[in-house]
């Protein structure tokens, strides 16, 4: 802080203060001049003063007269002693500045002779540098040359790995680096044609050639594994490696090889498939379970079958592995080629399978039988050709040939059983009821029809074969009824066709398809039911005496004269013959034809008494008519006939 700052006036100034009043009054005094403008200073706007009169305190201590007096020697000596400092601080820089001086121009001298030296230097060694850059420059040109050269030879040539993996031997085991390297050989192969669009056609058809041998080399030692592999694959259980996969999937290029390697497989399945069917007839499944398929020869239908499902399995399993082999392959035809080994795989097993099902239908185990069989031989034939789907293999030709042969051998059973029908026709028995020839037969029918419905054939198969076989059974058997009930009177010969023919009908309601027949049998019922109406309805006119009158009247004619007047047909024979009626009303059940007794079917026999009473009723409202007609000169007509037609009928409903 600036120290506190102490004038004394001194009094001859204090005089001219207390007189200043009359020094206004002097403007033009110097003295007063200058004192006013001291006294009119601001110290606070002078900043000059300020850092002088600040300077000043630092040495001006004590205001006193001689201080004062002596202030501007102190003064001066301050400003000297300064100034003398400042000399000799200016001298130690002036100093240092000559000897930086010195140091610059000695480090100017060695930049020079160094400069010197460096433009000798390069004059000396200019040669030298323009030869360093040249071959700088030739040394760069040479590792783009070496790695254009690498490039070359990494795109267009095989490493020593993959020639020694590709040229192995005839027993080298073939492994996923073959393949890596003859993929890597297609590749260069198809890559070097594009040498030859430019200047290096030489080296393109070069490297082109011996792409092209080495990959006829590797095709063919691919080949030769593949092939012993295929005809290791001999026993019951194949199991398809990867790499036989991948080999097949490498061989499709070339077609030839690719079809001499299935054919390889195809024939070592068949030995396997083959044995494996033989085994399966004589010896059974490992162990003895399941039992030898020859032991059940005694059961025709499980026999067939177990033979049938084996070979069905066997198809499967070995299109199984033929498509594990092919899963890769994707050239046009693998299917084709596929069917046809399975079809040339299951060819050896048709011999034997031919054989022993023809031994079994020769039997001639019976028509049912034989029908079953049939039925069985199609659904394998139906099941198997989901499997090999082209119709030329050899085992499904078999199937369909030994189906042919047992249903002409049913056919024939059946046409066999017709013959010996016709050949001794058996009279009705006296309850009129089916035959035993009839039964029997309808039985055959029945088991034929219900192994026909169990059937897994499809269904349009299904429908022909049940249309042929109801041509064959059915249509003799009404011949036979026919023929068997020729001799019959009319009642018996309608009750007993009714009751063959209910028979029938009966039998064939159980199954389906049976429409057309079942429409036909129930025209044939309706005919005989007729008749059997009818024939009830004379019994009963006959036995109630309305048999003669009814006949009368309906025969009569207006120029006959009245009706009164024809013999037998007078008041009193009329009244007799109501007596009769009436007892005939008062119990109808009682008139009823033995031959009724004799059907099979309650239905049939209340439909022919409802009928047959309707008849009745009919009958004798026209002889009401007849006899209460004027014409006919009845005298007092209610009392011969007192029961009105109306109720007649409320007495039969």
Request: proline share 4%; glycine share 4%.
């Amino acid at each position: 802080m600036m120290p506190d700052i102490k004038l004394e006036v001194p009094a001859d100034t204090s005089n001219l203060i207390n007189n200043s009043s009359n020094a206004t009054t002097q403007p033009s005094n110097p003295l007063s001049r200058k004192l006013n403008k001291i006294l009119e200073t601001r110290l606070d706007n002078d900043k000059e003063m300020l850092e002088a009169l600040k300077a000043l305190s630092a040495f001006f201590s004590e205001n006193s007269l001689r201080t004062r007096r002596n202030l501007r020697g102190d003064i001066e000596r301050r400003s000297l002693a300064i100034n003398e400092e400042f000399v000799r601080i200016f001298k130690d820089v002036k100093e240092e500045l000559e000897s930086m001086h010195e140091d610059v121009q000695a480090m100017s001298s060695c930049c020079e002779d160094m400069t010197n030296r460096l433009k000798a230097a390069k004059e000396q060694t200019q040669d030298l540098t323009a030869k360093t850059t040249k071959l700088q420059g030739e040394n760069h040109q040479l590792e783009v040359r070496a790695q254009v050269a690498r490039a070359f030879l990494a795109k267009f040539q095989l490493s020593s790995e993959e020639m020694s993996t590709l040229r192995g031997g005839r027993d080298t085991a073939v492994t996923e680096d073959f393949f890596k390297a003859l993929t890597r050989v297609k590749h260069i192969h198809d890559d070097v044609k594009i040498l030859l669009r430019t200047n290096q056609q030489t080296a393109g058809l070069e490297i082109m050639e011996q792409m092209a041998l080495l990959q006829e080399t590797s095709y063919e030692q691919l080949y030769r594994w593949a092939q012993n592999e295929c005809r290791g694959l001999t026993q019951e259980t194949c199991d398809i490696t990867p790499v036989l996969s991948q080999a097949m999937e490498a061989l499709q290029d070339r077609p030839v090889l690719f079809k001499y390697t299935l054919d390889e497989f195809g024939t070592a399945r068949r030995c396997a498939v083959v044995r494996g069917f033989i085994d399966a007839l004589t010896r059974g499944g490992p162990g003895g379970t399941p039992r030898p398929i020859e032991m059940h020869s005694h059961d025709p239908m499980r026999y067939v079958g177990d033979m049938l499902a084996w070979l069905h399995q066997a198809t499967a399993s070995e299109k199984e592995h033929l498509e594990a082999l092919l899963k890769l392959v994707t050239m046009q035809g693998v299917e084709e080629s596929m069917q046809d080994v399975v079809g040339h795989v299951t060819e050896g097993v048709c011999r034997p399978l031919k054989v022993r099902i023809e031994q079994v239908i020769v039997a001639e185990p019976g028509a049912v039988l034989l029908y079953k069989m049939s039925n069985l031989l199609k659904f394998y034939h139906h099941t198997i050709s989901g499997i090999v789907r082209t119709s030329a293999a050899t085992l499904l030709t078999t199937i369909e040939e030994m189906h042919i042969l047992s249903k002409k051998m049913f056919f024939n059973s059946l046409s066999l059983h017709a013959s010996k029908l016709m050949d001794k026709i058996e009279l009705p028995p006296p309850d009129l009821g089916p035959t035993g020839a009839l039964t029997q037969t309808l039985s055959l029918l029945r088991e034929v029809l219900a192994s026909h419905d169990s059937s897994v054939v499809p269904l349009d198969a299904r429908q022909a074969d049940f249309a042929q076989v109801l041509l064959c059974i059915l249509d003799p058997l009404l011949q036979l009824c026919t023929v068997s009930a020729s001799n019959l009177g009319t009642a018996d010969m309608a009750t007993y066709m009714v009751n063959s023919l209910y028979m029938m009908k009966t039998t064939l309601a159980l199954f389906e398809f049976t429409d057309k027949r079942l429409e036909m049998l129930e025209f044939q019922i309706e005919a005989h039911l007729d008749t059997l109406i009818n024939e009830q309805a004379s019994y009963v006119l006959t036995r109630a005496g309305l048999s003669y009158i009814y006949n009368c009247v309906q025969q009569h004619r207006p120029e006959q004269g009245p009706l009164a007047n024809i013999p037998s047909m007078d008041s009193s024979s009329l009244k007799a013959a109501m007596v009769q009626f009436d007892r005939y009303l008062s119990s109808p059940d009682s008139l009823l034809m033995p031959q009724l007794n004799f059907l099979l079917s309650a239905t049939l026999k209340e439909q022919i008494f409802k009928q047959s009473t309707e008849l009745v009723c009919r009958a004798y409202s026209e002889v009401h008519t007849a006899v209460t007609d004027p014409l006919n000169q009845y005298k007092e007509p209610e009392s011969i006939l007192y029961r009105s037609p109306q109720q007649v009928q409320t007495l039969f409903s």
